[in-house]
């Protein structure tokens, strides 16, 4: 497997009269792509190291780590199981079934179970079901998470202001940790979630970091017409796929800062898409095809 760093491209647009440039993990040739190429590395690496054949995570049902684990770990010849959270619905969506079409065992725990998903007796119990695994928690989101998810900007210098979606907050921790020393990272929140703050405090370097959340839309995968039209109109102007649960609301907030005049009129602007694509499909199949 190969964990050389990809050198992503970066496209330049006007968004609402504004120069951006938008550093396009969407595009990197893997089908686990965008940020969780990044997150999952070190992980990786770590497990073949180790010589622990198999990856245990967590995941939501439409995941996009879910996806990328399965398919990175197929890719590295190692086998995975992801517990996923909810029941197992037939026909799956096709987020799970191509996880499982790449080897990955799934099983569904309840929402409460899946609350203690980071307790030491709740990961004993599994290893007691299972036997041994090499565990990576939802969303990527560790120590060797976030050191890889700091390689993003490796290739990249010049810009004041970086722009990323906020999940968990471990892509936020990475860029903090490898942005230029003056320039600060908007952590645009599509869940709300106040150990976030506390989370990326205690994982960053420096203090040039803010969290937005205004542009979360009720929560996580809550949507409106508005952000709907939003992602379809963008498409249509640039060519580029946004994602209803990530970079489409990060991006909707970027073009109300800058009606807002937000960003000072020098400001370069770097957007990080950090990808999501695969759960357009499954957003269609469950609301019925509202993104083009
Ligand atoms: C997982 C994910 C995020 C959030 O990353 P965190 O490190 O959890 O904050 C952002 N964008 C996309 C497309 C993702 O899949």
Redesign the pocket.
Known sequence: MNFQNPEPEITSLKLNGKEISILRLDLLPTAYN???WF?LKYNLEEAVRTGEKRILTFGGAYS??IY?LAAATKEAELTSIGIIRGERIEPLNSTLRFAEECGMELHFINRSEYRRKKDQDFIENLKYKFGDFYLIPE???NEL?IKG?SEILSAVSGYDIIC???????????LIYGKESLAEVL?FM?VRDKTIQRFVESNSTDESWKLIGDFDFGGYARYNQSLIDFINEFKSDFSIQL?P???GKMMFGINQLITDQYFDSKAKILVVH???QQ?IKGFNERFDHILN
């Open positions: 965008g940020n969780k997150k996009n780590h990328a969303g990527g989101s998470g998810a990323t979606p906020v999940g968990t907050g471990g892509t936020l921790a990475g952590g599509v994602d649960i990530y970079t950090t990808g999501g759960g």
